[in-house]
């Protein structure tokens, strides 16, 4: 008998330690006890019912545990040996895709046959609060209707405009495991903007490997000394969703409301947190940490480094987004509308020209550095 344990591979399609372990003998599945803390928690304890029931009908029990040891997320390429020709890991995302495009991507893994008659079991339902009630029904459809509803055809061009639906909203289905980059690259391969994207989600993996700290310490050391001010009720106002700045607001409104924000308007959220209100970037990643359905560490934390200016491939620190233009280079009112409350009066919290000058001279006291 195995045990195979269902973490960041919830599924049974391509699924090669499962399907390698049927092979061999009797399998049990086992998986984390569903806890209800963070957005994820209820997304997961969604997707564990599903994969509870898809189990089921291949005779393979599901056993919850209260720790369970994670399985490797899966991803489109294999990255572990790519490096450089100076045999050094790749720092800069261009580079890296490449290198990565040169390669073929894996073979689909088919779902295993039955090892037993399906049988039928109830999976533990959990009385829900309020608030993750709300976000299971933003987050009911199952992985095939989201996959069938996208048009990958439009994302190229939309996928910067928010106003638009022009993204998949994959993302916390490939967070847990629900689908595998190969899936979609099976399906979506055809389009080189979106298989772009999903190796931004490899690179992020592959840096975490070669910097662990990823998550709490700057990939550009001199930024260990950046004079932050941390500020608790700022950060309160900006998670709130009350900066005065609309695009801010209603990124935050989003996050808040169903798990999810739209990248583009992350970016400039993440940037008016770290520049703007010069707030400690690992304090803003904790918050999505905990709020956001689709958190990955790595793609998190490479994420608001890269925003931050603290990455090596990071935009330059100079680069602050301006909250007004953004809204209206990426024609975000619709969004805007849709996200924010009717009853909307927040005053901009700083000015726009004066809180960019303040980060500047921040910025100033550790260019020299290292
Ligand atoms: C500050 C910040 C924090 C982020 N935190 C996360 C996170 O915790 N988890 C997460 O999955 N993504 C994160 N992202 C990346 C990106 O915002 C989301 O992956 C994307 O918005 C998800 O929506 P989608 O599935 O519709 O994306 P699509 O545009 O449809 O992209 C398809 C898939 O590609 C991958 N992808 C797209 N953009 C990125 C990116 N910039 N980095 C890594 N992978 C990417 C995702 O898996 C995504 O599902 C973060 C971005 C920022 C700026």
Redesign the pocket.
């Known amino acids: 008998m195995i045990e195979v344990t269902f973490h960041n591979n919830l599924r049974v399609m391509d699924n090669a330690v499962f399907a390698s372990a049927m092979r061999k003998a009797t399998v049990i599945a086992v998986a984390q006890t569903p806890s209800l803390e963070t957005a994820q928690d209820i997304f997961r304890y969604l997707q564990l019912q599903r994969l509870h029931k898809e189990l089921a009908m291949l005779g393979v029990p599901l056993v919850l545990r209260d720790e369970v040891e994670e399985d490797a997320a899966s991803l489109l390429y294999d990255s572990s040996e790519l490096t450089t020709k100076q045999g050094t890991p790749y720092k800069m995302f261009t580079p890296f895709y490449k290198a990565c495009r040169q390669q073929k991507v894996r073979e689909l893994i088919a779902k295993p046959a039955p090892q037993k008659a399906p049988y039928e079991t109830e999976f533990p339902q959990l009385a829900l609060p309020q608030w993750a009630q709300k976000l299971a029904d933003v987050w009911s459809q199952d992985v095939r209707e989201v996959v069938e509803g ?1 048009a990958v055809e439009y ?1 190229g061009l939309g ?1 910067d405009f928010p106003s638009t639906n022009a ?6 289905y ?2 847990v495991g629900a689908v595998s ?1 190969v899936q979609l690259y099976q399906r979506f391969g055809h389009n080189a903007s ?1 298989i772009r ?2 190796i ?2 490899d ?2 993996y592959y840096t975490q490997r070669y910097y662990p700290t990823l998550a709490s310490e700057p990939l550009r050391e001199q930024f260990a000394k950046f004079p932050y001010q941390r500020d608790v009720a700022i950060q309160r106002v900006w998670q709130r969703g009350e900066t005065g700045y609309p695009l801010v607001d209603a990124g935050m409104h989003e996050l808040y409301a169903t798990g ?4 583009r308007v ?2 400039v ?2 940037s008016f947190f770290t520049k703007h209100l010069l707030q400690p970037w690992q304090d ?2 904790h918050y ?2 905990t709020h ?1 359905v ?4 790595a ?2 934390a ?3 480094q ?2 931050a200016g603290t990455g090596v491939d990071a935009s330059p620190y100079f680069r602050v987004f301006n909250p007004t233009i953004q809204q209206k280079k990426f024609e975000a009112d619709a969004y805007v509308a849709k996200w924010l409350p009717a009853d909307y009066t927040a005053q901009p919290i700083v000015d726009h020209k004066t809180a960019r000058e303040r980060a500047l001279r921040a910025y100033e006291t550790i260019k020299g550095e290292n």
């Open positions: 996208f994302y996928r993204v998949s909203r994959l993302s916390p490939l967070a980059p979106f994207q999903l931004w989600r690179f992020a999810y924000m739209h990248n992350r970016m959220c993440t803003g990643l999505f940490a956001l689709d958190y990955d560490e793609s998190n490479l994420n608001w890269w925003v």
